[in-house]
């Protein structure tokens, strides 16, 4: 512990941001790097308990799994900024996480829900901790590629470059092996690139890492989708061991009268053309789907959907709507969980202060289904008819009861389907004779990453559904870790 009256001595600062109505006349990043001396005082706030519950990735009953899932040496490097020490706290930070600021930007961060000053106080601002130390290592120059000392001579092939696949890659790499890793997109990154906007996580961040990783030997080879640009079988012929890491971003849709009226969209592909256009032309070559003075409604009230709220509104739509099936969250806390579930698991995201912000008015709206989409005679979307519905919980399954003379009429000339993902992708599992659970993904142990063929691995969203980006970070360590000792007998990696 840096300073043991830290955490009685000042109170959480939380991390600043750019002012909404501002931040959405442009793409840019918004989250804004706190002055050393404030983080400082943060750092000194941790008090390295006995049990430090935020870097060990656990799950308390009645809540979401809690605490660092890559198991990050938080108290440590939270004393050590205390102490001005930034370079021993990179390398601390980067002993359990290979890309730190992707989780320091995107990570919801669990470990702050778990964090023990929360009992009776906020928590520790972790993550603004987290960024500030990596960012300040890109900064001074301390982050330089470090390439394997001696090859192996095997190969391994990483299908997909999302974080697990790149962790994976990073990981394999270190311990000398070649690795080839393919990429159906024109960038690698998974949904780092083409996924979570650029305003959370800007492009040029994820190919800061990506070109250290080719100057550390990794090779990266984009446009080639596995199963179609070159099949399987030549893979297995080429390489030692294969990782899969090709998410899970099957789309699930809404099945209602009316799907098939131009203007609904799925959100990633909304989401997806979105960042494409904007990094190859600034949004000039107009190859994306404009929300620009439509009337948007977003069907889903996660994360995704959030996205899209935050896009629309910076394409300028005249308003936003999202609909949420559920009942809005409350903060109630499992009578065995002590953690106040603090601070972000039920709290507001930034796109809906922006939408707050630029139309004077929350977007979500809760309770509500779908019923049908409203087209008009030239078969476009003009709206959708909703009902309200109450959800209760019978033999653990969530059951839906409408509500009688609840329908109503929306405006719309944009919706996007935001209500998850069914799974992976099945043709080249097929391909390759992958087995897969009945929820559709990988069938491959937790912690062995295994799976029906000896010489596969499989990490990230395609083994345990969509996830978080820091699961996805910790999957391709450990599928990393287990194909070493499978290439070679036994492995020095984490
Ligand atoms: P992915 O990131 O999905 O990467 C898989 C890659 O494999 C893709 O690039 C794909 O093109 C490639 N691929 C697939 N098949 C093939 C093939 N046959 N050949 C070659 N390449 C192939 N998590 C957070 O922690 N914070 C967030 O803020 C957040 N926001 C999100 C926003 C959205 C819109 C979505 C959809 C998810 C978000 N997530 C977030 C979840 C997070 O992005 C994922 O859990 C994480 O990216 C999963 O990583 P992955 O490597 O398993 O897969």
Known sequence: MGKPTGFMDYKREAPRKKDPMA????????QIVMPEQQLKRQGARCMDCGIPFCQ?????????????????????????????????????????????EFTGRVCPAPCEVSCTVAISDEPVTIKSIEYSIVEKGFKEGWIKPNPPKERTGKKVAVIGSGPAGLASAAQLNKAGHLVTVFEREDRPGG??????????????????RITLLKEEGIVFQTNVE?????????????????????????????DQEGRELTGIHYAMDFLTANTKSLLNSNHQDDDYISAKGKDVIVIGGGDTGADCITTSIRHGARSVTQFDINEQKQTIRHIQNPWP?????????????????????????????????????????VGLETIEVNTTLEDGKKVRHPVSDSTKLWEADLVLLAVGFTGPERKLLEQMNIKQTNRQTIDAEYGRYQTNQAHVFAAGDNRRGQSLVVWAIHEGREAARECDRFLMGSSQLP
């Not at 931040?23 to 918004?30: D, L, P």
């Not at 979570?196 to 190919?207: G, M, R, S």
Request: proline share 6%; glycine share 8%; net charge negative.
């Open 191 to 208: 949904l780092l690139t083409y996924g979570i906007p650029d305003v959370k996580l800007a492009y040029k961040i994820v190919d800061r």
């Open 56 to 100: 060990a990735g656990t799950t308390m009953p009645g809540s979401n799994e809690i605490g660092c899932p890559v198991y990050n040496l938080i108290p440590e490097w939270n004393e050590l900024v205390y102490r001005g020490k930034w370079k021993e706290a990179l390398d601390r930070l980067h002993k359990t996480n290979n890309f730190p």
């Open 226 to 254: 596995v199963g179609v640009d070159v099949t399987a079988e030549e893979l297995d012929h080429e390489f030692d061991a294969i990782i899969l890491a090709t998410g899970a971003t099957m789309p699930r849709d809404v």
């Open 341 to 381: 579930l603090f601070p972000n698991v039920y709290s507001e995201e930034d796109a809906h202060k922006e939408a707050k912000a630029v139309y004077g008015r929350d977007p979500r709206s809760y309770k509500l289904q779908t019923a049908k989409f409203v087209g008009n005679e030239k078969g476009e979307l």
């Open 23 to 30: 931040r959405v006349k442009n793409w840019k990043e918004f």
